[in-house]
């Protein structure tokens, strides 16, 4: 199987790569290393330096050779830099993907699995959300998101190419950077390393649907390997509240930082929880790895 991975080097893309290729996968690996990390790219991944909008991006995959699939981790995160650059967050989350679409209906690519997020659905009208329920994107990034389903199903659906579309819940784990639009995790991971106050926004009692990295891999392997089509959440189906996260960390690491509360911030969803019932059934799949020992696996990567 020979498979290009999008966002190879960042979080869950070079955790994607590693499983890949523990299963003789062929991969090709490209990043533009804004966010991703060189050091993260497993060593017999062939690399390429690009940005998915580039021109070059399909001679890139034309020259390694066409593969049987395309994961398009590759993305621009950051609600808040949504906010403040719409424009560069459509430029690499729409106009980067109509980019790869193109290509791969060029090269004649079978199978696009296409990263998505539960931030598309907005303020929930019911727990646990399933793929039915309304999307509502609240934010420029959740709008630049569904367009990108949208695009995906115009486009490369229409010519024939099986496209699986992953909305993610809360993924964390090893590789998370504490940086920039990172997730709480990471970011509570490593103010209790540093000693420093952890800031909780609200009261603390809103809740996530946390799920672990390798969790969300193994659904995606199971995806590829069955051409598995369609739309699908990838979750715990799990609540976990902020303070109950909070608890648990300082539980593992032995030491309770003082809270910070800060003022809700605006637009903020209160609850999360994704229906996986679907995924289940159609990739004989289900998350195995609880929170405390996720936890456990992440604050271990850091020390």
């Known amino acids: 199987m020979r498979v290009v991975v999008l966002g190879g080097a960042g979080f869950i893309g070079s955790h994607c790569v590693d499983e890949l290729i523990s299963k003789t996968a062929d991969v090709l690996v ?12 497993n060593p017999s991944a062939c690399f390429s330096v690009l940005d998915v909008c580039e021109p070059e991006l399909r001679n890139a995959v034309s020259d390694w050779g066409r593969p049987d699939a395309v994961v398009v981790l590759a993305a621009q995160t950051s609600v808040t830099r949504s906010c403040t650059e719409p424009l560069e967050d459509a430029r690499t989350n729409i106009l980067g993907l109509i980019n790869v679409v193109e290509l791969c209906l060029q090269l004649g690519v079978p199978y696009i699995l296409f990263s998505s997020s539960a931030a598309v659905y907005g303020e929930p009208e019911r727990l646990p959300i399933s793929e039915m329920h309304m999307t509502n994107p609240r934010s420029p990034y959740a709008v630049s ?13 229409s010519a024939g190419v099986t496209t699986c579309i992953m909305r993610f819940s809360n993924v964390y784990g090893p590789r998370q ?12 991971a490593d103010q209790f390393a540093r000693s420093n106050r952890v800031t909780v926004y609200g009261d603390g009692s ?10 969300v891999v193994t659904a995606m392997l199971r995806a590829i390997e069955k051409g598995a089509s369609g739309l699908f959440n990838i ?11 909070y608890r648990t960390m300082g539980d593992i690491m032995e030491h309770q930082a003082p809270i910070d509360f800060r003022p809700a911030r605006q637009g903020d969803i209160l609850h999360s929880r994704l229906d996986n019932r ?26």
């Open 278 to 303: 679907r995924a289940i059934e159609a990739l004989d799949w289900r998350p195995r790895t609880d929170l405390r020992k996720g936890l456990e696996h992440t604050i271990a990567s850091l020390r």
């Open 177 to 188: 950077r504490s940086d920039g639009e990172a997730g709480v995790v990471s970011i509570f």
């Open 206 to 215: 809103q809740t996530r649907d946390f799920i672990y990295v390798a969790d």
């Open 235 to 245: 979750s715990t189906n799990t609540s976990t509240s902020v303070l109950d996260l």
């Open 30 to 41: 490209i990043d533009n290393l804004s966010t991703g990390l060189r050091s993260s790219i």
């Open 145 to 157: 998101k569904f367009a990108g389903e949208l695009y995906l199903k115009s486009i490369a659906q």
